[in-house]
């Protein structure tokens, strides 16, 4: 079963707790914490404040953020680069729709014999 999930600022607390004078082993008595898990946050936070911490989470936050939002446009830049490449290579077909059909556009009147059309040439 899994014990109580502590915040930064719980653990700075109890860091603080243990640097007031009382025993370690009465603080993590007192919050139901092993020996092995105080000194590990002690490594971790030893020397930081509570606004430290917030700051820190928040800048961890933050990085994250400016993470997904790089991965994002590395994304798009490779997509966009692949579609260019593909469009760009000698033999592809244009995609205009006029580009596309065999030959110029041929209109025909109806009822106007070829005979007639070919004496307007």
């Known amino acids: 079963m899994k014990g109580k999930r502590y915040t930064t600022e719980d653990k700075i ?11 370690i ?3 993590c008595r007192e919050h139901n914490l092993s020996e092995v898990s105080f000194h590990r946050w002690k490594r971790q936070f030893g020397q930081m404040e509570i606004n430290e911490a917030r700051r820190l989470k928040e800048l961890e936050r933050e990085n994250s953020e400016l993470k997904k939002m790089l991965a994002e446009s590395l994304l798009k830049n490779r997509v966009l680069e692949f579609v260019c490449e593909k469009n760009s290579k000698p033999g592809t077909a ?18 106007v014999s070829d005979s007639a059309l070919s ?3």
């Open 25 to 27: 082993l009465d603080v």
């Open 94 to 111: 244009p995609r205009s729709g006029a580009a596309r059909s065999r030959g110029p556009a041929v209109f025909r009147a109806v009822g």
């Open 119 to 121: 004496s307007l040439h």
């Open 13 to 23: 607390r109890i860091l603080r707790a243990a640097d007031s004078g009382q025993a």
